[in-house]
């Protein structure tokens, strides 16, 4: 009988998801467990999982970045000026070392990779980090802040050209922020389309939380 305890509720959960097998062998379970056993497992079923470190790197920043920035291993002209910056990479513009690329510079996928993560810790996080209330975020309210960073830049906050969002921030005006964030999309240009969509990504991103 020992030998059945190595059974996987999760894969079994996930296999007869949606089934009335799953309802009757929830009921059984939920029958057969003592109550205290089940109060716990509520209230860690309920639990809101802790804020991830302050300093960590968002992973829903980087996936929303790698889907709006997409990965270019040769160096190519900004697409809104046609020239300057030169990117490269998941749209970095500067080498770690902070030099500048120029045209003809190209890079591996692990260098483009680990740039995205170093500049993102490095030159994005400090400034995100000093924005009230970082601390409480979650993951998918840091990643948006991080991908909006990462496209308009990381002292955003604060800023002249950045006034409504900054209050939305400044206040705690949570519910505000996606519709704050999609004010920033450069309307009438030859990106606001690309720039809609991503602003719609991260308003998302932060209302999944």
């Not at 002209?77 to 749209?91: H, K």
Request: with cysteine.
């Amino acid at each position: 009988m020992r030998k059945n305890m190595s059974i996987n509720f999760k894969d079994a959960l996930k296999y007869f998801k949606g089934t009335a097998q799953e309802k009757k062998a929830l009921n059984y379970l939920q029958s057969k467990l003592p109550e205290d056993v089940l109060v716990e497992f509520e209230r860690l079923w309920k639990e809101k999982p802790p804020a991830p470190p302050a300093d960590a790197v968002p992973e829903s920043g980087l996936k929303l970045i790698k889907e709006f920035e997409g990965c270019h291993l040769s160096a190519y002209p900004d697409p809104l000026t046609g020239g300057l910056p030169i990117t490269i990479g998941w749209g970095s513009t500067r080498r770690a070392d902070g030099s500048h690329f120029q045209m003809g510079d190209t890079l591996t996928q692990e260098e483009a990779d680990n740039l995205l993560i170093e500049q993102c810790k490095n030159e994005f996080l400090p400034a995100l980090q000093k924005i009230p209330h970082w601390g409480e975020m979650s993951d998918g309210q840091r990643g948006a802040l991080l991908s909006f960073a990462y496209n308009l830049g990381a002292g955003f906050y604060g800023g002249n050209d950045f006034n409504t969002i900054t209050k939305r921030l400044k206040n705690k005006e949570w519910d505000l922020v996606p519709d704050a964030l999609y004010l920033y999309r450069n309307p009438g240009s030859n990106v606001e389309a690309g720039l809609a969509r991503r602003r719609k990504a991260e308003g998302e991103a932060w209302k999944k939380g």
